[in-house]
């Protein structure tokens, strides 16, 4: 249970840090936060939707808002949120996953490995 809540503490901390306006994949948390996958940070981001933590800001790999097979509901805040904060989306509702809009996590400031 504690490597749970300290995998928890590095992905909620680089969350955190991910700019307003620009978004992650699952994987690219992940990778940033070894020996995490994708579907375990899905799984800690899904837990984070009433902390302060911008969940929002975490997308697939494809620019799909993969919340979506949760609850319809939180797809449409997602996107909302996201577009508040100048985030595009194309025609099929998906982030452009492209250097303008997705995070480095390699200019982050706080050490997370």
């Known amino acids: 249970m504690q490597a749970i809540a300290s995998d ?34 899905g799984r800690l981001m899904a837990a984070a939707l009433d ?10 790999s494809d620019g799909s808002l993969r919340i ?3 609850d319809p509901m939180l797809a449409q805040l ?6 508040q904060e100048g985030v595009p989306f194309t025609p099929n509702g998906r982030v452009p996953m492209t250097p303008e809009y997705v995070a480095e996590p ?4 706080v050490q997370l490995r």
């Open 8 to 41: 928890a503490r590095r992905v909620y901390a680089l969350v955190r840090q991910i700019p307003h306006g620009k978004v992650m994949s699952y994987g690219q948390v992940a990778c940033a936060c070894p020996p995490l996958t994708p579907r375990q940070v």
């Open 51 to 60: 902390d302060d933590i911008p969940w929002w800001r975490v997308v697939g």
């Open 68 to 70: 979506h097979k949760r």
């Open 78 to 83: 997602q996107q909302s949120l996201l577009q």
């Open 106 to 109: 390699a200019t982050f400031e």
